[in-house]
């Protein structure tokens, strides 16, 4: 049973950092795809970033300089350093995996991010 398991959330004053992980267990597979979702109240999910097996990658305007994603497909394990943190980053993160461009994803249980002075 293929599990997500993230870590490294929690509270942050706004221009600090944090780095997101993400620990994919109960497969051997190289995902096509992996990345963070988030969600903010009220809002709906929306990407944040996402990473190929080949080490491309996709960000969204708002973490475009900001935020950088990268992968150890050896560990299977997804990371997402987050510098220069707004209030407007906070949301609950989601890590997901697909196996295929065209695969559901599967997804983490979310970590908190809250961005306050």
């Known amino acids: 049973q293929v599990q997500l398991v993230e870590s490294g959330g929690g509270l942050v004053q706004p221009g600090g950092s944090l780095r997101l992980s993400c620990v994919v267990s109960g497969s051997t597979f190289n995902f096509y795809s992996m990345g963070w979702y988030r969600q903010a109240p009220g809002k709906q999910r929306e990407l944040v970033a996402d990473i190929t097996v080949g080490g491309s990658t996709n960000y969204a305007d708002s973490a475009k300089g900001r935020f950088t994603i990268s992968r150890d497909n050896a560990k299977n394990t997804v990371y997402l350093q987050m510098n220069s943190l707004k209030p407007e980053d906070t949301a609950v993160y989601y890590c997901?995996?697909?196996?295929?461009?065209?695969?559901?994803?599967?997804w983490g249980q979310g970590a908190q991010v809250t961005v306050s002075s």
């Open positions: 997901y995996a697909k196996m295929s461009l065209i695969g559901s994803p599967y």
